[in-house]
């Protein structure tokens, strides 16, 4: 679907399905919510996509030119954009409440799973967190 290194200059939106996102060999999320956004770094940073997103079953996707829809349709770039700006603020909080327990000393217990609550922000348990529609999927179509 989208292969790391590649650039397609692709946004994919997820219908239905479920994918796994991959990235060095490692998977770092499972995705499986309608409206969830791929290629969306790799179309605003004019780069290539930095990761693989694979199917896990047969899905479902709304595919479109990045350039065309994110500078004609400005409610797919408020989409795109509160999509990154969930992500980034749940990043940061983690980060924040990191660097609060390593400055107070705390426990190499409390800050494992502190970790642990950082890799689930684009795992299984958060996913929805990372790439979850704003707040509806615009391109979902009646009866799909």
């Not at 290539?48 to 199917?55: E, G, I």
């Amino acid at each position: 679907m989208l292969a790391a290194g590649s650039k397609t200059g692709l946004l994919l939106i997820l219908e239905k399905g479920a994918v796994a996102i991959v990235r060095d060999g490692i998977e770092i999320a499972k995705v499986a919510e309608p409206g969830a956004v791929f290629g969306e770094l790799s179309a605003l940073l004019d780069q290539p996509h930095t990761a693989d997103v694979r199917a896990l079953e047969a899905s479902q996707f709304h595919v479109a030119n990045a350039e065309t829809l994110l500078v004609q349709n400005p409610v797919a770039l408020l989409y795109v954009a509160a999509v990154l700006a969930r992500r980034l603020d749940a990043a940061n909080q983690t980060l924040i409440e990191l660097k609060s327990q390593i400055e107070a000393g705390k426990s190499p217990g409390v800050i494992e799973k502190t970790l642990e609550k950082m890799e689930s922000l684009l795992g299984d348990n958060c996913a929805n967190l990372a790439y979850a529609g704003y707040p509806y999927d615009p391109y979902a179509q009646p009866g799909h």
